[in-house]
């Protein structure tokens, strides 16, 4: 394997690495992505293992993020719809969390970044997010899920199809555009001036990072509501 000469250029590092002729991955997203998976299990390995009545310390944090997000889910896409897709919410809502705020750790021994400044990771979260939509749609309603695509008239059909492809492109330009602008600011902050101005810049990423997880997360139980409100 080579890692590409350009990884060495620009503010943000992907250390792109060519494993198959013409095939490239940007390992520094895939060593984030890991890193990311790993705090999350960690997580949720914590608030589990000793689980009490009266909820307390790690437990208590997730249990009220859950709940929130439990309100959120009901709300936009009914008690049924939270049943089928609370598992992949609750998941997605903290990989998102855990991953914007990642690239904020201080780069001592390590290069710190977040795996959603990579249009890749965004795009594809955003596809599945889609493709999640199109399972629980035909689980639910069978491939008659499928004839909003020519509603209210068959000539709607590039139409809808175009709104169906920019729903994802969306999703993914938000989160990767703010994740990357803020890790960028940051970095040449710390250039500048490396006292006080890049901590205050945390502490307003930190908030950031959360509210570009909440709102991917709004936009996902937005897309799969309309799957529950369909009639069969």
Do not use: C
């Not at 620009?10 to 705090?39: C, K, R």
């Not at 897709?85 to 990989?95: G, M």
């Not at 955003?126 to 899920?145: D, P, Q």
């Amino acid at each position: 394997m080579e890692i590409a000469e350009a990884s060495g250029s620009g503010i943000i590092h992907y250390l792109p690495t060519e494993v198959f002729d013409g095939v490239v991955i940007n390992m520094q997203t895939m060593y984030m992505s890991w890193l990311t998976m790993a705090v999350v299990a960690l997580i949720v390995f914590a608030a589990t293992r000793k689980a009490e009545i009266i909820p307390s310390g790690v437990q208590n944090i997730v249990e009220v993020f859950i709940e929130w997000l439990s309100g959120l889910m009901e709300g936009n896409m009914g008690m049924e719809g939270r049943r089928a897709a609370a598992p992949f919410i609750i998941t997605l809502f903290l990989y998102l969390f855990v991953g914007n705020e990642i690239g904020l750790l201080p780069q001592v021994g390590a290069h710190f970044t977040s795996p959603t400044n990579d249009i890749n990771v965004t795009l594809g979260m955003a596809v599945t997010v889609s493709f999640t939509v199109y399972v629980l749609g035909i689980m639910r309603n069978g491939l008659g899920y499928f004839k909003h695509f020519i509603q209210p008239s068959f000539l709607f059909l590039p139409l809808n199809l175009l709104e169906e492809v920019s729903k994802p492109l969306t999703m993914a330009l938000r989160l990767f555009g703010n994740i990357l602008a803020g890790e960028i600011l940051l970095i040449v902050l710390y250039m500048l001036a490396p006292w006080v101005i890049p901590d205050l810049w945390i502490g307003f990423s930190l908030i950031v990072g959360f509210l570009q997880a909440f709102i991917f997360t709004m936009l996902t139980m937005i897309a799969i509501a309309p799957v529950f409100r369909a009639h069969h």
